[in-house]
């Protein structure tokens, strides 16, 4: 008797991708608590980081080393363009709202999770693409920022001139 298994070939990479995925991801975010002080301090100043004591490129090694986990594990669940996405425009969005690295920290999240949310329940009632809607949201969102926002807005630097 001869027992046939029939295994599609997307399934077995794609249960395998899965968890390394996950796996990548984890890692990274340890890698980023561990050693978010250093990072802040080489990405402002490493002259000053190197003066005391942090070793500089080991620091340089391991933020790139986090950065090519979240591109790996990222590019396995969605694709390059929204992992693009999703890496510039919150930070840059946030740059735009705030001068305060602490902020920035909290308002970048904030914004790739109200754009992926967004996107997706966005896309479910337009019957579209998640990944393009999410990129849009993304966009929109950074527009607004770079023409209302505070300190950086091209529409509030006119009313300020103006004013003047």
């Known amino acids: ?8 070939a997307g399934e077995a ?32 100043d490493p002259i000053h980081a190197r003066s005391l004591g942090f070793p500089v490129m080991v620091v340089r090694s391991l933020l790139l080393v986090a950065m090519a986990l979240v591109v790996v594990a990222g590019v396995q669940a969605v694709g390059v363009i ?6 510039i425009t919150p930070g840059a969005t946030a740059y735009l709202l705030t001068s305060k690295f602490s902020r920035m920290l909290v308002i970048a999240p904030v914004v790739a999770w109200l754009s992926g949310v ?14 393009g809607t999410i990129v849009s949201m993304q966009s929109a969102i950074f527009a607004a920022a770079f023409l ?17």
Do not use: K, N
């Open 148 to 164: 209302f926002a505070p300190r950086e807005g091209l529409v509030t630097r006119r009313f300020i001139r103006a004013a003047a």
């Open 1 to 8: 008797m001869t027992i046939h298994t029939t295994v599609r």
């Open 118 to 131: 967004g996107g997706i329940l966005l896309s479910y009632y337009l019957d579209v693409s998640s990944g």
């Open 82 to 87: 929204l992992v693009v996405s999703l890496l």
């Open 13 to 44: 990479i794609r249960t395998q991708a899965g968890e390394h995925t996950g796996t990548a991801a984890l890692i990274a975010l340890g890698i980023v608590a561990v050693c978010a002080r250093a990072f802040t301090l080489w990405a402002f």
